[in-house]
């Protein structure tokens, strides 16, 4: 069983960054990807970043070229560093890792989530 340990939400002001980590842990054979979604109230989950085994990383539209996504493969991290934070922002963000455990047994792990509050 691989569990996501989340941190680093918060409220910000309008134009503020933060920067939300998630570590991994237990047995990992490989990791696929690792994804932060967000889901503000009232709506579905959605992709914010993603970033694949080879180092891919897609965004969502919504949030290029203000957000960031990276990891540290020797911590099995993947941080979420955003910037120029908008009120639109404001939502519960989960990170979402997908890989392998012992005997290659796939595993597909969410983080508790983080509240990140954008609010003047």
């Known amino acids: 069983q691989v569990q996501l340990v989340e941190s680093g939400g918060g409220l910000v002001q309008p134009g503020g960054s933060l920067r939300l980590s998630c570590a991994a842990s237990?047995?990992?054979?490989?990791?696929?990807?690792m994804d932060w979604y967000r889901q503000a109230p009232g709506k579905q989950r959605e992709l914010v970043a993603s970033?694949?085994?080879?180092?891919?990383?897609n965004y969502a539209d919504f949030v290029k070229g203000r957000f960031t996504i990276s990891r540290d493969i020797a911590k099995n991290t993947v941080y979420l560093q955003m910037n120029s934070l908008k009120l639109e922002n404001t939502a519960v963000y989960y990170c979402?890792?997908?890989?392998?455990?012992?005997?290659?047994?796939?595993?597909?792990?969410w983080g508790q989530g983080t509240q990140v509050t954008v609010s003047s």
């Open positions: 970033i694949s085994s080879d180092g891919r990383i």
């Open positions: 979402n890792v997908k890989g392998g455990s012992n005997f290659r047994n796939p595993f597909d792990s």
């Open positions: 237990g047995i990992i054979y490989s990791i696929n990807s």
